[in-house]
């Protein structure tokens, strides 16, 4: 498995603002994820972190209200931009390590937006 | 039909029996399941990972793949009451693991 650090662990935001969630994971990963889990709800992937090239956002998710990052093989941060309401959810980083088809996941954000 | 289907529960089980979990996948395709368990308030870990047809066994958790039927199962024998949580199925598609919504697992002391 990997290590992974996902900060900050929760947060409590004003509408219309902006927040960034950082991942990052102790040994190179070839894939990783970003997922939403809104209360009782599964997770709903919003998009895969492509190293050095633009996220591949799942219907439904754009660029402009989720940007991603992902410099090295080890690092990614998602935006949560224009914040409203309905964006209050956990948001986890997941991350597949070198040779392995395995999925792990971070301890998850927990967004309030008020 | 979604991706990924699990009954949402509650599953209620005796402590000390068999608990039995099940999903099914629309993509003829995918090669690859898992198993993750969630506690409330935690992130998903993961209890078992199967590729093949078959049964794999690891403690008390065996998971069963038929990819002709397209569905997968996770027995756990001997429940304990910590192995209340929510259990999510996943499977692998064009390299995204995409999850079920979860079957809530409730053992009865």
């Known amino acids: 498995s990997a290590v992974i650090s996902q900060k900050p662990s929760r947060d409590i935001c004003q509408r219309g603002t902006s927040l960034t969630i950082q991942c990052q994971v102790d040994s190179q990963v070839t894939m990783m994820f970003w997922y939403r889990q809104q209360p009782g709800q599964s997770l709903t992937l919003i998009a895969t972190?492509?190293?050095?090239?633009?996220?591949?956002?799942e219907s439904g998710f754009v660029i402009d209200k989720f940007p991603i990052s992902r410099p090295n093989l080890t690092f990614s941060t998602l935006t949560v931009s224009n914040m409203s309401p309905e964006d209050s959810s956990i948001y986890l980083c997941s991350v597949v390590p070198i040779r392995n088809t395995e999925a792990f996941f971070g301890q998850g954000t927990r967004l309030t937006v008020v | 039909q979604k991706e990924v289907e699990q009954n949402s529960g509650p599953l209620s089980v005796p402590e000390g029996a068999i608990a039995s979990l099940n999903c099914t996948y629309s993509d003829r395709g995918s090669q690859s399941f898992f198993w993750y368990r969630q506690y409330s308030g935690k992130s998903p870990e993961l209890i078992m990972s199967?590729?093949?047809?078959g049964d794999k066994e690891d403690g008390r958790f065996t998971a069963q793949l038929n990819k002709a039927s397209q569905y997968v199962s996770l027995l756990i024998r001997d429940s304990q009451p910590s192995d209340s949580a929510t259990y999510l199925c996943?499977?692998?598609?064009?390299?995204?693991?995409?999850f079920g919504k979860g079957t809530r697992l409730h053992i009865l002391p």
């Open positions: 199967i590729y093949s047809n």
């Open positions: 996943a499977v692998n598609r064009d390299d995204k693991i995409i």
């Open positions: 972190a492509n190293q050095g090239s633009e996220a591949t956002y």
